[in-house]
């Protein structure tokens, strides 16, 4: 499962991590490109390198005209889904502002549909919040663990006056993960930041055992001497152990009353929007009317999102959820050639030294296809050269 470590050794803000997603591989002109399809004018952005005490860094200059009027979250929402993001980038730019706005809604004790939103609710804000959401897109992350967070310490000038570090509505997204001052003074994760890294997140932990495959740094403005304020990010394929047991969620619902040609619409949307699996179970319901349960499996922190669309998608009035945990097998993929062309296989390995080698079904169909072979003569051809290449190694 492809992760993105976030090390928030000097904090974080929204263009610390569009540099930081740069740096680590995203195209800056795929980026950009994706970001006009919101139809919100008067920006520009700059992806310059930059030192940060020494290390080499992107910083993500975003410039934008004045702002008179200040955006509710509708209006946010609005612009998001009218835009040609896909399904994937729209949901999760959704989720991080009404994040936003639920906590402002808290510190203010204001309704959601009231708050409005003031430097958050800036354009730079939603270039900051929809550019990540599609450079996680575009970096095909699946998985998303934070360090704890370097909050700072002092004072800062907030749109209400002075506030101590961290400023309220950072205190409220931060509510129940790590986070510490550090030495130096100053606030080091904004409300955007906070959003992002909180919203993408279900762990807040030291590095954990991955194989690095990419890292980049994205720069803060301040250039501190001695101290790189910068946002290092990691991504790569973590290394599971084979008898560690993850906390996932499981959504279900039971449906009579819907068309057949639905369900499989319903599907496609499920995995789209990152769940784990979906399957649907034939059963007996209520008045012996025959039916379907629907099992979406998912993060905890992805429940709403699934709930949605489940409301969304599905006649359905009521679903229920509960915790379940998963034991995967360590795995990782390896690329074979074979007489077909390449072919990916993963391989999950146990503690009893048992190998499970399975070719990718996709990959195998396709050149199957081209080749004018049975998809079983293409499985057997990328096992065997995954065996020989093993054996030789």
């Known amino acids: 499962m492809k992760t993105l470590y976030f090390d928030c050794f000097a904090g974080a803000s929204g263009d610390m991590i569009l540099g930081a997603l740069v740096a680590a591989g995203v195209e800056p002109h795929a980026l950009i490109e994706q970001l006009r399809s919101l139809n919100v004018p008067g920006w520009k952005i700059d992806f310059d390198i930059v030192d940060r005490s020494g290390i080499s860094s992107t910083y993500a200059q975003v410039r934008t005209a004045h702002e008179h009027a200040h955006r509710h979250l509708g209006d946010i929402l609005k612009i998001i889904y009218s835009s040609d993001l896909n399904e994937r980038v729209k949901d999760r730019a959704a989720r991080i502002f009404s994040r936003l706005a639920e906590a402002e809604s808290r510190v203010h004790n204001q309704p959601v549909e009231k708050i409005h939103f003031h430097e958050v609710g800036a354009i730079d804000a939603i270039?900051?919040?929809?550019?990540?959401?599609?450079?996680?897109?575009?970096?095909?992350?699946?998985?998303?663990?934070?360090?704890?967070?370097?909050?700072?310490?002092?004072?800062?000038?907030?749109?209400?006056?002075?506030?101590?570090?961290?400023?309220?509505?950072?205190?409220?997204?931060?509510?129940?993960?790590?986070?510490?001052?550090?030495?130096?003074?100053?606030?080091?994760?904004?409300?955007?930041?906070?959003?992002?890294?909180?919203?993408?997140?279900?762990?807040?932990?030291?590095?954990?055992?991955?194989?690095?495959?990419?890292?980049?740094?994205?720069?803060?403005?301040?250039?501190?001497?001695?101290?790189?304020?910068?946002?290092?990010?990691?991504?790569?394929?973590?290394?599971?152990?084979?008898?560690?047991?993850?906390?996932?969620?499981?959504?279900?619902?039971?449906?009579?009353?819907?068309?057949?040609?639905?369900?499989?619409?319903?599907?496609?949307?499920a995995f789209e929007l990152g769940a784990l699996d979906c399957y649907l179970t034939n059963t007996q319901m209520k008045k012996?009317?025959?039916?379907?349960?629907?099992?979406?499996?998912?993060?905890?922190?992805?429940?709403?999102?699934?709930?949605?669309?489940?409301?969304?998608?599905?006649?359905?009035?009521?679903?229920?959820?509960?915790?379940?945990?998963?034991?995967?097998?360590?795995?990782?993929?390896?690329?074979?050639?074979?007489?077909?062309?390449?072919?990916?296989?993963?391989?999950?390995?146990?503690?009893?030294g048992s190998v499970n080698v399975m070719p990718e079904f996709e990959q195998c169909r396709a050149a199957a296809a081209t080749a004018k072979v049975p998809l079983v003569k293409v499985q057997e051809a990328a096992r065997q050269a995954y065996l020989n290449q093993h054996c030789e190694s």
């Open 127 to 269: 270039i900051d919040v929809c550019g990540a959401a599609i450079g996680f897109d575009l970096l095909g992350i699946e998985q998303f663990i934070s360090s704890p967070l370097r909050v700072g310490c002092g004072m800062a000038q907030m749109a209400h006056g002075r506030f101590p570090i961290p400023p309220p509505a950072v205190a409220e997204l931060l509510k129940g993960k790590p986070v510490y001052a550090g030495d130096i003074e100053g606030e080091f994760v904004t409300p955007t930041g906070a959003a992002i890294i909180t919203t993408v997140c279900d762990r807040f932990e030291n590095i954990p055992s991955m194989k690095i495959e990419a890292s980049g740094y994205g720069a803060g403005t301040r250039d501190t001497h001695g101290f790189p304020n910068a946002l290092r990010v990691f991504i790569g394929e973590l290394h599971a152990s084979a008898d560690s047991d993850e906390a996932l969620l499981m959504i279900e619902t039971n449906i009579d009353d819907m068309s057949p040609q639905l369900f499989g619409h319903l599907m496609e949307r």
């Open 288 to 352: 012996n009317r025959p039916g379907i349960l629907v099992s979406i499996l998912c993060r905890p922190n992805e429940r709403e999102k699934f709930l949605h669309l489940l409301f969304a998608e599905t006649t359905t009035i009521g679903a229920r959820s509960y915790e379940v945990q998963r034991r995967a097998l360590a795995r990782e993929t390896i690329r074979v050639e074979t007489q077909f062309g390449p072919i990916d296989v993963k391989v999950a390995q146990g503690n009893n």
